[in-house]
């Protein structure tokens, strides 16, 4: 596979904002994800809320091959024009990676169309992983399970619709359940969502997390094809009479 062309976006407000997620990510946890990106082959440019047009421009999306996208405290600050190019672009395949509280970013819940609610619970909990599509790309290279040490909680009901491929669960020390790894395709693009990722964790830093964000990037990867072309087609591919 050639390399691909990977836009790794981050609110990047909670690093600016308090200094418990400034020690646990001191340049932006987008520099954390890009480096691993960069680790495994992909070429990574980074994008914030506080550039021109987000980081997002025209240019940028023309060529991005797959966004990841972390957002929680600043999702109302994101322009909706901004909404309406990344929206665009994943019709067209562009692929979206959306990471933890993402799940409440414009973006996820225009795509999804519910709203993308659930419970949550900040208690330093353990999170067991569980692989439960083992033949999925994006489990490629991960045992049965794997456990995040300390992380926020997040726990069913999560409204959000029937993932085409659940990949993964997410088991917590509290007792709670999750979808933690859903696969969608909304027109040529296609959509991972991947749980874990709570700012005052340094859970971006660890390997199978690493791993997994790794494997969906290519997963997501547009595939090599001309645009489609829809609308009024007035000539016939085969004689009519
Ligand atoms: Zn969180």
């Given at each position: 596979m050639s390399q691909l062309r990977v836009t790794v976006w981050n609110e990047g407000v909670h690093e600016k904002t308090h200094e418990e997620v400034r020690k646990v990510y001191p340049d932006g946890m987008h520099t954390v994800i890009a480096e691993a990106l960069r680790?495994?082959?992909?070429?990574?440019?980074?994008?914030?809320?506080?550039?021109?047009?987000?980081?997002?421009?025209?240019?940028?999306?023309?060529?991005?091959?797959?966004?990841?996208?972390?957002?929680?405290?600043?999702?109302?600050?994101?322009?909706?024009?901004?909404?309406?190019?990344?929206?665009?672009?994943?019709?067209?395949?562009?692929?979206?990676?959306?990471?933890?509280?993402?799940?409440?970013?414009?973006?996820?819940?225009?795509?999804?169309?519910?709203?993308?609610?659930?419970?949550?619970?900040?208690?330093?909990?353990?999170?067991?992983?569980?692989?439960?599509?083992?033949?999925?790309?994006?489990?490629?290279?991960?045992?049965?399970?794997?456990?995040?040490?300390?992380?926020?909680?997040?726990?069913?009901?999560?409204?959000i619709p029937a993932p085409d491929t659940l990949v993964m669960v997410s088991w917590f020390q509290g007792g709670e359940v999750f979808r933690s790894g859903a696969c969608y395709q909304r027109g040529q693009g296609r959509i991972f969502y991947f749980r874990p990722g709570h700012e005052t964790f340094p859970t971006y830093y660890q390997p199978e997390v690493q791993q997994v964000i790794a494997n969906a990037v290519k997963w997501l990867a547009p595939v090599g094809r001309t645009p489609m072309q829809y609308g009024h087609r007035p000539n016939p591919l085969e004689p009519l009479g």
């Open positions: 680790k495994h082959g992909h070429s990574v440019l980074t994008a914030t809320l506080d550039e021109p047009d987000h980081g997002l421009s025209d240019t940028v999306l023309a060529e991005t091959d797959v966004l990841t996208w972390w957002g929680h405290m600043a999702h109302d600050k994101v322009e909706d024009r901004i909404v309406d190019r990344v929206h665009k672009r994943v019709l067209e395949g562009m692929g979206l990676l959306v990471l933890h509280s993402g799940h409440f970013s414009k973006i996820f819940k225009r795509l999804m169309g519910t709203s993308c609610d659930l419970k949550w619970r900040e208690a330093n909990e353990r999170e067991r992983i569980w692989i439960i599509d083992p033949s999925h790309p994006i489990a490629d290279g991960l045992g049965d399970s794997f456990v995040i040490p300390h992380e926020e909680m997040y726990g069913e009901h999560f409204d």
